[in-house]
């Protein structure tokens, strides 16, 4: 046990000193990079916030101050005290929930994140369980996350939404979803390799024709990479899918 938290504390420290080291990189070049970085982490953080144990609305929380952060890092450093920019916040936001809106679906059914040598076969917690103190921490992240919508310029917000809603959704959503979930299964699934191979490059071949990265098949190899090299951190650490019963 201690040393996976010691395995995953490591990978989160090393996760931000090369955000931090990324973003010290000027030009084009390390706006690629930091934009590899930031979408693959987005969708990483959408597994997280469907699949974490962590309560709902620090998740969420969680989610939110990751978004926040980056966009404000995206900015000149004389705008981040006026607004925080909507492309750079859509370009975050959207990989987050095409990845964890259908793996939200899919915990509702009963899948699970766990360690099958610690944790018992039994079934999962109830799906319909409050407490004061649960529904006190959704008011209070859902306030901090309208105080943030309310510090992006409206002009900003009118320009993003004039763009084509469809090919953003596919591009920034419906892709980087299908890729964080197929790179989830691959890492902590328990088919057979050869079945996650062809899971591989299936979205190695999506990254590059549909994602953001298209036509850029370095970027793309690089970007799956990422999320697969991170999650397989977690299965080296001993965590595995698995589908459990609901409580009612």
């Known amino acids: 046990m201690r040393s996976r938290r010691v395995l995953i504390g490591l990978f989160l420290l090393a996760t931000v000193l090369v955000d931090l080291a ?12 930091a934009a590899l970085l930031a979408t693959s982490q987005s969708a990483l953080m959408g597994i997280w916030l469907a699949l974490g144990k962590t309560a709902g609305p620090w998740r969420l929380l969680g989610a939110v101050l990751f978004a926040v952060a980056w966009s404000c890092a995206a900015v000149r450093p004389l705008d981040i005290y006026q607004y925080i920019s909507v492309a750079a916040l859509l370009f975050l936001v959207l990989p987050t929930l095409g990845s964890a809106i259908p793996l939200l679906v ?11 040598t610690t944790e018992s076969p039994d ?7 409050f407490s004061l103190g649960l529904v006190l ?7 901090i996350t309208l105080s943030a919508l309310k510090c992006v310029a409206l002009e900003d917000w009118r ?3 004039s763009r084509e809603p469809v090919d953003v959704l596919w591009v920034l959503a419906i892709a980087p979803g299908i890729v964080a979930s197929v790179a989830l299964w691959i890492s902590l699934g328990n088919s057979r390799w050869v079945w996650r191979l062809l899971g591989l490059v299936l979205i190695g071949w999506l990254a590059e024709v549909c994602s953001v990265f298209a036509r850029l098949p370095l970027e793309a190899i690089v970007w799956v990479a990422l999320q697969v090299g991170s999650l397989w951190v977690f299965r080296v650490a001993g965590y595995r899918l698995q589908w459990r019963a609901r409580r009612h």
């Open 22 to 33: 990324v973003l010290c990189v000027a030009g084009p070049s390390g706006e690629i990079r």
């Open 106 to 116: 899919a915990r509702m059914t009963g899948l699970r994140v766990v360690d099958p």
């Open 123 to 129: 079934q999962g917690p109830a799906v319909f369980q």
């Open 137 to 143: 921490g959704w008011i209070t992240v859902t306030a």
């Open 159 to 161: 320009e993003a939404l």
